[in-house]
């Protein structure tokens, strides 16, 4: 297996995969934004390839509670170990710099922290509420970590209000063992579940978002019976993308898949159900988030102008 996984490194990607080299005239001003507060972008720690195009766009995904991980999920490019103590003027410096790049529309997520009592869930309802109250008319989208299941940690973030409420299924069940081994997919599903259902029942209108990678191994029929689950607990968007393997360490690329296969995915997706389907090579959860929400906001009411989503 280590073999494989050293040769699978160096296969060539395929030219659908490369991205331009990172700078413009953006791109120094927001790392230097981010830096200096003090603060993680997903896009910086889990290596993104997208990162050149989204801080070029003046945006960025927030990553809280520090840039260790408590877990070992072996496609993940976020160092897992020894975590640092919560900073807790954390959640106030991400609202104003939220304000300093203009935002009418922010993305955080977080490290997964199983070490505290409710897995950080305070802390990111904090950093939502902060937002809010720094930056009136800006829309929160956040992607969150499954608490192990702890209903009480995910009510403290549905009672701050996010517009979007995204946890990613990254795989197919049968992936879980070696792609997630401390995650459960049914806890998961669980979880997606329970907010969609805290929604209606509090009529509040956010959207249930989730993703997945492919090139794990996956087959395409456990894809599709992926998204038909996704479907059935009233999931509104599903980001597809491709899994790039970050180091020879982490789990082999299975299978590089064309375009033509994710706009296939993506066609299938929406047939079942899913008002929104992102799937590219290059797609990931953060990505084109805004244009997302707005999109489906023009769907819904044909009278909602871009500027009015919030």
């Known amino acids: 297996m280590e073999q494989n996984r050293r040769k699978n490194i160096f296969i060539r990607k395929p030219d659908w995969l490369r991205v331009g080299r990172y700078g413009g005239e953006y791109y120094n001003e927001i790392k230097r934004l981010l830096h200096g507060a ?8 889990a290596n993104c390839p997208n990162r050149g195009e989204c801080f070029n766009n003046k945006t960025a995904t927030f990553l809280l509670m520090g840039n260790v991980c408590t877990r070992t999920c072996t496609f993940c490019n976020i160092t897992a170990g020894r975590v640092a103590p919560l900073d807790p ?17 922010s993305v955080v997520t977080s490290v997964n922290r199983d070490d505290l009592p409710d897995g950080g869930a305070a802390h990111i309802a904090k950093s939502i509420r902060e937002i809010k109250r720094l930056n009136h008319a800006c829309a929160v989208e956040v992607l969150i970590p499954d608490f192990r299941g702890n209903p009480l940690a995910l009510e403290k973030i549905l009672a701050a209000s996010p517009e ?31 907010a969609r259902q805290w929604s209606d029942a509090h ?10 990678m492919v090139g794990l191994g996956e ?3 456990e894809v599709v019976a992926l998204m038909q689950d996704a479907a059935a607990i009233g999931v509104e968007i599903l980001t597809i993308g491709q899994y790039l393997q970050p ?8 299978k590089y898949y ?14 079942l159900g899913i008002d929104w389907v992102e799937a590219g090579p290059l797609v990931r959860s953060s990505y084109h ?9 023009h769907k819904d009411d044909p009278m909602v102008s871009s500027a009015g989503v919030c």
Do not use: W
């Open 247 to 254: 180091t020879a360490a982490h789990h082999p690329i299975a």
């Open 164 to 194: 979007v409420l995204n946890h990613n299924l990254e795989t197919v069940p049968r992936l879980y063992p070696t792609v997630r081994p401390q995650a459960n997919y049914q806890h998961s599903l669980l979880l997606l579940k329970r």
């Open 258 to 271: 064309p375009p033509a296969e994710f706009r296939a995915l993506a066609v299938k997706g929406e047939a």
């Open 203 to 212: 009529t509040n209108n956010f959207r249930i978002k989730t993703g997945i």
């Open 219 to 221: 087959k395409i029929d």
């Open 89 to 105: 003027e954390e959640p106030r410096r991400v609202a104003e710099t939220v304000r300093q790049m203009g935002l009418r529309y």
């Open 38 to 45: 003090n603060l993680n972008s997903v896009c910086e720690s």
């Open 289 to 297: 988030a805004r244009e997302q929400s707005e999109s489906l906001a």
